[in-house]
């Protein structure tokens, strides 16, 4: 049996302006580096699709972030959004990084952005990609403090 591929997420629209809103100010777009900002259509778009176990969360996040501002977040002059972000992060950590993480996994898959920061546009498996080898040794105080756990054995 397949499945199919979860559609976007439900929201009015007051949430998903802003939810674009957000976006916007956490990864503008940048003319000088060539990339779009997490507010972009494809993004934002994948961002809707990929949220789904986090859907309540995310409603949740927006929901407080309009109340805070009063109403709704992006009829706001943007220095007045930035300071009610700005509020609302430093409120609601937990709930600031549930719309963080979705932006983040979103933004880094795409294409555009992938191209910009010097990586080949294409999924990790099966090719896989180099990573440098950083200093092992950074881990000796964790092999040196031993087992902190029991064998399930």
């Excluded at 949220?51 to 972030?65: C, E, M, P, S, Y």
């Amino acid at each position: 049996m397949t499945t199919a591929e979860p559609g976007p997420v439900d929201f009015s629209d007051l949430e998903r302006e802003t939810l674009r809103c957000v976006l916007r100010h956490m990864i503008p777009a940048s003319a000088e580096l060539g990339v779009p900002g997490a507010d972009d259509p494809l993004i934002f778009a994948d961002i809707l699709r990929s949220i789904q176990r986090d859907r309540w969360r995310v409603g949740d996040a927006l929901r407080v972030i309009d109340a805070l501002c009063g109403g709704g977040l992006a009829g706001l002059a943007d220095s007045d959004q930035e300071k009610c972000l700005s509020e609302f992060r430093a409120l609601h950590p937990g709930l600031s990084g549930i719309l963080e993480s979705a932006a983040a996994r979103c933004y880094y898959r795409d294409d555009r952005v992938m191209a910009s920061i010097g990586m080949e546009a294409r999924p990790p498996f099966p090719l896989g990609y180099q990573v440098d080898q950083g200093d092992w040794s950074l881990l000796d105080p964790v092999r040196a403090r031993g087992r902190i756990y029991r064998d399930a054995s």
